[in-house]
C-alpha cells in the first residue's frame, strides 16, 4: 500500500476492486427492488446464489439498515457476494475507498482498543487485522471458583487487550455466514447464545440485540426490531450453483445449489449431492471435459464421505447431510488455535490446568473463555459448508487462505493423508458446495 498526496494507491488490490464493482454493477440496486431468488454472484469456483424463503432475498430488511450509532450494520460484516460473511478484500476496498472511515472500522474492531486511528497511516496499520478479515472478539474468563485453569502468560504483539491480571483473553476472528440457519444447533464460533439447546431462533434473537448494543453501539433494539432480522436470517440458503467447467450444479442428476439446500433437512448422514456423478463415463452425460470433472467432484464427496486411512473423517464433524454443520452442535478442536499455526499479530495465551498443572498454549482457547473449562480449550463450532468458496479465509481465525489449504491443515494437525489427486478431488467437491 502506498500513499500519495493523500490518496491511496492500491496496485495489488485492483484487481479484486475491478471484480466487486463488476459484481455490485449486475446486483439489482436496492431502490430498484429485491435480489432474486438464485441471482448468480461470481467467485472463483463459478457462481453461488442465495435462495430466501420469503421468495426474494429482501435488500431493505432492518439487517442492513444500521441500527445502532456508528453507521454499521449487521451488513457492515455479512455481505451478500461474500457467502454472507466478509473477506479481506471486501475490507481493503472498503479502506481504500474510504481511507479507513467506513463504519466497519471502528476502535472495537482495531488491533488494540486504545489503537491510534487519527490519520490514514495509523488506521491502515491499525486495522492491520481487521484489513485480513479479522475481528476482536474476548472476554474475561469465569471467576476462579467455577474455572479449572488460570491465564498464566501472555504475548500479545499489538496490544489487543489479553491479560494475565483481568485473567481476560482477546482474539481475532472471521465472521460466520448468516445463512443456512434451518440445518444449525448453535449460533457463534462457540454456543454461547444457544447453550447446547439447539434453540436457534432464541439464540439468533440474543445475537442480534448484542450485535445492536455491542457491535452497532446502539440503544436496545425493540423485540419487532429484533424478530424482523431473525427472521429474515433464518430464511437465507446460501450454495454454490455453478461450476466452471461443469455448469449447473443440479445437471445429469446432481442435487446442488441453494434451492435444493433450502428443502433438506437437519439430519445426521453422508453428502448425497453428486451420486449421481459417480463413476461418470466422460461423454456419457455432456462433454468429456464436463464429466471428467463432474466424476472428479463425486470423487472429492466419497472422499470427505469415508473414513481417511490417516484416522477419522470429514464427515466425523460435519456430519449434517448436505450442509456440513454438525447435527448435535457439537464443538471440536481441529488445532487451528495451536501456536505452531500462529500468524502475524495473533496473541498467543498460556494456560495451566489448576489440578493437573498441565500447561497449553493457544491463540483462542474458544468455547472455553465462557465455560472456564480445561475440557473445553480449543473447540469451536462446526460451520456450515454450502457455498464456502466464496467466504475465504478458512477456519475461526483465517489461517487457511484456501480450499487446498484446509487440506493440508487436516493432513498436518489431525494426521489426514491424501495424494496429490486427492486434494485436488476434495478441493474440487468443496468448491462445489
Given amino acids: ?9 492500491t496496485p495489488r488490490v485492483l484487481p479484486g476492486v475491478l471484480l466487486a464493482s463488476a459484481l455490485v454493477c449486475s446486483m439489482p440496486a436496492r ?29 431493505h430488511n432492518l439487517f442492513h439498515v444500521s441500527q445502532g450509532s456508528n ?8 455481505l451478500v457476494h461474500a457467502g454472507w460473511s466478509v473477506r479481506p478484500i471486501d475490507v481493503e476496498i472498503k479502506f481504500a475507498f474510504t481511507h479507513g472511515l467506513d463504519p466497519i472500522f471502528n476502535l472495537l474492531d482495531a488491533n488494540s482498543p486504545t489503537a491510534d486511528v487519527s490519520t490514514v497511516e495509523a488506521r491502515h496499520a491499525s486495522y492491520s487485522m481487521l484489513r485480513r478479515g479479522l475481528f476482536r472478539r474476548g472476554g474475561n474468563l469465569p471467576a476462579p471458583a467455577t474455572r479449572d485453569f488460570d491465564i498464566t502468560a501472555v504475548d500479545d504483539p499489538l496490544g489487543a487487550g489479553g491479560s494475565v491480571d483481568t485473567q481476560r483473553i482477546e482474539a481475532f476472528r472471521r465472521p460466520l455466514a448468516t445463512a443456512n440457519f434451518h440445518i444449525a444447533k448453535n449460533i457463534g464460533w462457540h454456543d454461547q447464545n444457544t447453550n447446547g439447546s439447539g434453540n436457534v431462533h432464541a439464540g439468533l434473537a440474543n445475537q442480534v440485540a448484542g450485535n445492536i448494543t455491542g457491535a452497532q453501539q446502539g440503544v436496545p433494539a425493540s423485540p419487532e426490531t429484533i424478530e424482523t432480522i431473525v427472521v429474515y436470517d433464518e430464511g437465507l440458503r446460501f450454495a454454490q450453483q455453478f461450476v466452471f467447467g461443469v455448469g449447473l450444479l443440479t445437471s445429469c442428476g446432481a442435487k446442488g445449489g441453494p434451492e435444493n439446500l433450502s428443502a433438506q433437512t437437519p439430519v445426521n448422514g453422508r453428502f448425497d449431492l453428486y451420486d449421481a456423478w459417480i463413476g461418470l463415463a466422460p461423454g456419457s452425460c455432456t462433454t468429456v471435459s464436463a464429466d471428467k470433472k463432474r466424476a472428479q467432484i463425486a470423487r472429492g464427496q466419497e472422499l470427505f464421505n469415508n473414513p481417511n486411512p490417516g484416522g477419522g473423517s470429514c464427515r466425523g464433524c460435519h456430519n449434517a447431510a448436505n450442509n ?33 498443572l498441565a500447561e497449553a498454549q493457544t491463540t483462542d482457547p474458544g468455547r472455553a473463555i465462557r465455560t472456564g473449562l480445561w475440557a473445553n480449550v480449543d473447540r469451536f463450532k462446526t460451520p ?50
Fill in 71 to 78: 453507521g454499521r450494520s449487521c451488513q457492515s460484516c455479512h
Fill in 324 to 356: 456440513g454443520s454438525n447435527v448435535n452442535g457439537t464443538l471440536f478442536d481441529v488445532g487451528a488455535s495451536r501456536p505452531e499455526f500462529r500468524k502475524p499479530g495473533m496473541p498467543l495465551y498460556t494456560l495451566r490446568n489448576k489440578t493437573t
Fill in 384 to 433: 456450515s459448508l454450502r457455498g464456502i468458496v466464496a467466504r475465504a479465509p478458512y477456519f475461526h481465525n483465517g489461517i487457511a487462505a484456501s480450499l487446498m489449504d484446509v487440506v493440508r491443515h487436516y493432513e498436518q494437525a489431525l494426521g489426514f493423508t491424501f495424494t496429490p489427486e486427492e486434494r485436488e478431488d476434495l478441493v474440487a467437491f468443496m468448491e462445489a458446495l
Fill in 31 to 59: 431502490a430498484d427492488g429485491p435480489l432474486p431468488n438464485n441471482f448468480p454472484i461470481l467467485n472463483k469456483a463459478g457462481t453461488a446464489a442465495t435462495f430466501s424463503t420469503a421468495g426474494f432475498v429482501d435488500l
Fill in 1 to 9: 500500500m502506498k500513499w500519495r498526496s493523500g490518496r491511496v494507491v
